[in-house]
Every structure is written in C-alpha cells, then in structure tokens.
C-alpha cells in the first residue's frame, strides 16, 4: 500500500498547483495541528489551573430538593436546585450535602457554603478536591 505522498509526486495528471494544495491538506495542516497539540501540553495551562478557572466562574444559590445519580455523567451524585440548576458533588462531599440544604457559590470565589436546616454551617473548596487529586 502506498501513502498519499508517493501517490501525488508519482500522478501525472495533477498540476502543480493541486499538487501545492494536498501537500498542505496532508502535511502542513497534521503537522500544525500536532505541534499546537505539543505547545499547549508543555506551556498551556494545566488540567487543575483549567478546573479551577472554570470552577471559579460558576455561581449558584438555592435548597437542594433532590438529590440522584446522573446516569448520563458517569453515575456522578447530583442535586437539583430550587432553582432548577444542577450541582454535581464530588466523592468527598456526598455525606456533607443532604435534602434541604441550602448552598450558595459566589462567582470568583472557589468556596460552597452549605447551611443547614438546623444552623450549622460547612464551606467545602474546591482547591481541598485538587489537593486529592494531586496525591494520586
């Protein structure tokens, strides 16, 4: 079997300027796209500096009024907001958060807290999640 290259330099009924122009669809452009793949790997940011971030933009407050497990994301627990907004718990976090707390993120900030119905108070970061992650 011979790759595509023989086969463009060895055709006689191409020009050459279709010849220019399938060197660059299957070389330049692969060849791009390897080396962007490189560059961000070696000084793009990280996985956990990208969750972060992303994490960091998110807010939310309401009670919880139901908890369940996502079936279409991987099983992971999840609670359904007064406000119909989802929130999805990580392992760590699953015994704190119950039906009828109260939960608040506010944008820029990297911390939940979670009140309550009967006073009390926990505050669960995201950076404690990382920190785990980091470990393994």
């Known amino acids: 079997m011979e790759n595509i290259f023989g086969w463009i330099r060895r055709n006689p009924s191409i020009t ?39 994490r960091s933009g998110e807010s939310f407050a309401g009670k919880v009024d139901s908890l369940y497990n996502d079936t279409r994301n991987h099983n992971e627990r999840t609670a359904l907001l007064s406000d119909k907004s989802k929130f999805e718990l990580f392992p760590e976090w699953v015994s704190i958060i119950s039906r009828g707390d109260s939960i608040l993120k506010r944008k820029g900030s990297l911390i939940i807290e979670v009140y309550k119905p009967h006073k009390q108070r926990f505050f669960l970061n995201y950076n404690e999640v990382v920190k785990d992650w980091n470990k393994r």
Do not use: H, M, R
Not at 33 to 54: C, D, I, V
């Open 16 to 54: 050459k300027t279709e010849k220019i122009i399938l060197y660059f669809c299957f070389g330049a452009v692969p060849v791009s796209l390897f080396g962007l793949a490189l560059w961000s790997n070696f000084f793009g940011p990280t996985g956990t500096e990208t969750f972060l971030k992303e």
